[in-house]
């Protein structure tokens, strides 16, 4: 069974930065890819960037060049944020994609963490 815990939510000023982090079971990476989505309030959940073991990633355009993800050898997977603006404000999730269909572009998740808020505003 695959466990995912986020943490590092919060309130940050338009322009900050925060970085999430969600904890994994240890095997996640044999089967998955972990990803980051975020439900802003009213809208569809989206998916914000994903990572590989191999350490491979992608990114929403909305999110490139002010987002990066991570991992590291806990298998602890972070999401900075930098540069934040009013519309990244969302409900921000930590899911595992298998890695077929990750890779055939099926981006629908299979295990969810509970979600953290982000919320940006002054």
């Known amino acids: 069974q695959v466990q995912l815990v986020e943490s590092g939510g919060g309130l940050v000023q338009p322009g900050g930065s925060l970085r999430l982090s969600c904890a994994t079971s240890r095997n996640v990476f044999s089967f998955n890819a972990v990803t980051w989505f975020r439900e802003p309030p009213g809208r569809e959940r989206e998916l914000v960037a994903g990572i590989t073991s191999g350490e491979s990633t992608k990114y929403a355009d909305s999110v490139k060049g002010r987002f990066t993800i991570s991992k590291d050898s806990t298998n602890t997977v972070y999401l900075q944020m930098d540069s934040l603006k009013p519309e990244d404000t969302a409900v921000y999730y930590c899911?595992?994609?298998?890695?077929?269909?990750?890779?055939?572009?099926?981006?629908?998740?299979?295990?969810w963490g509970q979600g953290t808020q982000v919320t940006v505003s002054a």
């Open positions: 899911a595992a994609i298998w890695l077929q269909k990750y890779f055939s572009g099926n981006l629908s998740a299979d295990y």
